[in-house]
């Protein structure tokens, strides 16, 4: 939870005219937090977007409290309620907006699960399991993903995990059990990707922002990641139209 980072980014959003706000995940769902921190930094959100007249609908991350977001009922929309501007969007969850398909794809695996404790700060539901993919695929085409993780095959995070080699040859202070388990989720991704045939795809996982394109045989498949709190703006949001596409040179 980093209420000041996300109060100037909600203010951001409002500034370029933004009609909804789409957070790719690590929100900062905690309401079990540490002397009631969690609800706190809800509060102060719910009432920032009130203030300012914008929703936010928000992908869950890997640190996000799994479990108590269970607990909330899905909404005949889809979508979970958890404050009367904020809602979650589940895995697996399809919307149109216009003509364009647009499904939300939550969860990733914490490489550092090993500095955490299971049912506290880590929970097994963090990453799309193989039968959330096979269902994903099932339900048919999607336009859009707004997505936690990545897919396989973006050239700068290729490079970046030197994904061309085995774990245990790469220069990486993370255990090999860690890389691995990151390497098996974007390979599940991918698969979601080719599986709905999107065109699009957005991402926070990796904390840094890129554009990359994917090769397929259905053409090239543009790939958005955004940055961390912390970084500039233009770095950790992206205006963007109904069908993904991103609205640049507004400044």
Known sequence: MNTPAALKAIDHAQALGADLIVQVGDFGFWPRG??????KYLRKVDAK???LGLDLWFIPGNHEDWPSLAKRPIEDDGLRTITEHIREIPVG???TWGSTRWLGIGGAPSVDQHLR?????WFPEEEVTEKQVVAIIAAGPADVVVAHDAPMGTDLLGRRYQQHLDPWERDSWWPVSAQ???DTHQER???ILDGVKAQRWFHGHHHVRYSSTITTARGDIQVEGLALDGEPLKELTLLVDADGVPILDLE
């Open 93 to 95: 969850h399809r919307w």
């Open 49 to 51: 977007l009130a203030t």
């Open 189 to 191: 991704l991918r698969r």
């Open 34 to 39: 540490n002397g009631n921190s969690g609800q």
């Open 117 to 121: 404790t299971e049912g506290v700060d």
């Open 180 to 182: 691995l388990r990151a």
